[in-house]
């Protein structure tokens, strides 16, 4: 069961990108796994950060999992999907898994969900606490 209104707001709060579904997805599966009682409610939602939270939390245990040398590749592929934009926000910058180093796609493909079978999204590159840093570094 839902409470009232929180498939809604787990839409909106995704975005009207393209591609912004599998985002939903990505939330309502962290979402299940903090549900209480078989209820998905609007307080674990907010614990886990709505979309981005949940996508963030994801994406930090994943680059914690890495080894050294792999977060260093991950930094590269994260500027490469990521840049700067107003305020704390960031542009997308779409890339094929064709035009990335192969070592880039691999440590997309170690930083995927085992679900996932897109490539590399630059929208998850942007939303990690450590790629911010990243991303606005020179």
């Known amino acids: 069961?839902?409470?009232?209104g929180l498939p809604e707001r787990i839409v909106a709060d995704a975005g009207d990108e393209p591609g912004r579904?599998?985002?939903v997805q990505f939330a309502l599966t962290e979402l299940w796994n903090r549900r209480t009682r078989s209820m998905l409610t609007h307080a674990a939602y907010d614990e886990m950060g709505g979309v981005a939270g949940a996508l963030v939390g994801y994406a930090d245990d994943a680059l914690?999992?890495?080894?050294r040398t792999r977060q260093d590749c991950a930094r590269r592929l994260f500027v490469q999907l990521?840049?700067?934009?107003?305020?704390?926000?960031?542009s997308r910058r779409p890339a094929r898994t064709a035009?990335?180093?192969?070592?880039l796609v691999e440590v997309a493909r170690e930083l995927a969900p085992a679900s996932s079978s897109s490539s590399p999204t630059?929208?998850?590159?942007?939303?990690?606490?450590r790629s911010s840093t990243w991303c606005t570094r020179r």
Not at 99 to 103: H, S, T, Y
């Open 21 to 23: 579904m599998p985002l």
């Open 99 to 103: 035009d990335l180093a192969p070592e």
């Open 122 to 129: 630059p929208r998850a590159a942007a939303r990690t606490r």
């Open 64 to 67: 914690d999992e890495l080894p």
């Open 82 to 90: 990521a840049r700067p934009a107003d305020g704390d926000a960031f």
């Open 1 to 4: 069961m839902v409470r009232a």
